[in-house]
């Protein structure tokens, strides 16, 4: 069976740093999504793609960049860490559209 | 506004009851509609789905109803059981192609 790996699984960062965080997945999927989960919230689209090299801005996607070289691989980053930001970051990624999305662990991410 | 909105946040429920969960949606274009189950400290996990040409879809003990009219889902869950407490949430695929999906904002049951 497939798993969707995401990396780090914490990662704490200063306040204006430059952070990234990747996602890897062995299903041969094609589109790859990043969202944003705060405590005790739903889920907010950052960014999505299609297929490889493909870029798509979900909803959030001020203050982050993403980037999707190879068809396995989705990485995010956070442009400039907010002091005191607390969010877990969960890639998902699907076949097709009549598929449901399958998640990763998720980044928990705590800035100083 | 919200694209997909999802209610009640919370629910309390007694073992062996049944609980419904709702979600409308914005996007009279959206076809398809996964469920989600989250529980602390483990990845979300899908659990049932409808596509727009179905009016009703049943997993053991979960009965998901689709209305396209009025562009509103429930989800039923009977019989629950206390390995049912998580964070439920609903899905929409919306856009062109239908390859966004965003979420409602979830609902806590315990």
């Known amino acids: 069976g497939g798993i969707i790996t995401q990396t780090p699984k914490f990662l704490i960062g200063q306040e204006g740093q430059k952070l990234t965080l990747k996602c890897q997945q062995n299903?041969?999927?094609?589109?790859m999504y990043w969202y944003r989960q705060d405590s005790g919230k739903g889920l907010r689209l950052i960014y999505y793609?299609?297929?490889?090299?493909?870029?798509q801005k979900g909803d959030l996607s001020e203050g982050y960049d993403a980037s999707r070289e190879k068809k396995s691989s989705f990485s995010l980053t956070v442009t400039s860490a907010q002091k005191n930001e607390m969010a877990v970051f969960l890639c998902?990624?699907?076949?097709?559209?009549?598929?449901?999305?399958?998640f990763g662990e998720g980044t928990r991410l705590s800035v100083l | 506004g919200e694209q997909v909105e999802q209610l009640p946040s919370s629910l309390i429920v007694q073992e062996g009851a049944s609980v419904l969960i709702n979600c409308s949606y914005t996007?009279?274009?959206?076809?398809?509609f996964p469920w989600y189950k989250q529980e602390p400290g483990k990845r979300l996990q899908f659990i049932i789905d409808?596509?727009?040409?179905?009016e009703r879809k049943q997993n053991q003990r979960l009965t998901l109803l689709f209305d396209k009219k009025t562009k509103h889902l429930s989800l039923h869950i009977t019989a629950t059981q206390p390995g049912d407490s998580a964070i439920y949430f609903c899905?929409?695929?919306?856009?062109?192609?239908?390859?966004?999906?965003?979420f409602g904002s979830g609902t806590r049951l315990l």
């Open positions: 998902a990624s699907r076949d097709s559209n009549n598929q449901a999305p399958l």
């Open positions: 299903f041969n999927h094609d589109t």
């Open positions: 793609s299609i297929t490889e090299n493909d870029l």
């Open positions: 996007d009279s274009a959206s076809v398809y």
């Open positions: 409808i596509r727009s040409n179905m």
């Open positions: 899905s929409a695929s919306i856009g062109t192609g239908g390859y966004k999906v965003v």
